[in-house]
């Protein structure tokens, strides 16, 4: 299975809503990264977990709230966002480091009302 | 920190044609340069990757070449097609960093 998937497809929320976005890979990979993509532009690095341990959180307000349960999930908790946050959320994967190829999930578009 | 350009911008090609996306880097100690095709509302999806000791890659229409010394790499399209039309971003990354740096992308568009 070469495959990571993402749960919803699409969100709508309000600016006062907490939801929380879902990840999911069986490959083994022991690296998980959250990426922010707007449009016609490139994703944009968020958070790097490594074997379940936030390593790099790119200094992302505190609205967004990375949790890796266990080596196979990844979340991403979410809280009192602004319109300007509406984008596709990305997750990724690779083996323990990226110069091992990153396989993107199919992305979250979420809109902030 | 690394910082990667990316053009053209825009690419329009006739069917058939070659088209070439050419990307800069600025760190010496990069290492890994993968590209990624990424259609519209689609993920990014590796089309082809390089690494530093390794000058050119080819995969069937698809090849990749990297000059270390200039720091650029170029991504090559031979005999493209309708369904070569997307977006194409180039990164770069080092073993030592978890962040994959992208370019700002291209759009090619393959006219039939």
């Known amino acids: 299975d070469t495959e990571v998937t993402q749960t919803p497809k699409h969100l709508v929320m309000g600016m006062t809503n907490k939801k929380s976005l879902k990840c999911e890979q069986h490959?083994?990979?022991?690296?998980m990264y959250w990426y922010k993509q707007k449009a016609k532009k490139p994703p944009e690095l968020m958070f790097v977990?490594?074997?379940?341990?936030?390593?790099i959180n790119e200094s992302v307000p505190s609205r967004f709230s990375p949790e890796c349960p266990n080596s196979s999930l990844l979340n991403l908790h979410l809280h009192a966002l602004q319109p300007e946050d509406s984008a596709l959320y990305l997750c990724a994967s690779s083996q323990d480091n990226p110069t091992n190829e990153q396989y993107f999930g199919p992305g979250t578009r979420l809109t902030v009302t | 920190g690394e910082n990667v350009e990316q053009h053209p911008s825009t690419l329009s090609v006739q069917e058939g044609d070659s088209a070439v996306i050419k990307c800069t880097y600025s760190?010496?100690?990069?290492?890994?340069f993968p590209w990624y095709k990424q259609e519209l509302g689609k993920r990014p999806q590796l089309i082809i990757d390089i690494r530093s000791n390794v000058g050119e890659k080819k995969d069937q229409r698809i090849a990749v070449t990297l000059n270390k010394t200039a720091k650029h790499f170029s991504l090559h399209i031979t005999e493209t097609q309708p369904e070569d039309s997307a977006v194409y971003f180039c990164a770069a990354t080092a073993d030592s960093s978890y962040k994959l740096i992208f370019g700002s992308g291209t759009r090619l568009l393959v006219r039939p």
């Open positions: 977990y490594s074997y379940e341990k936030l390593s």
């Open positions: 490959m083994g990979h022991r690296a």
């Open positions: 760190d010496s100690a990069s290492n890994y």
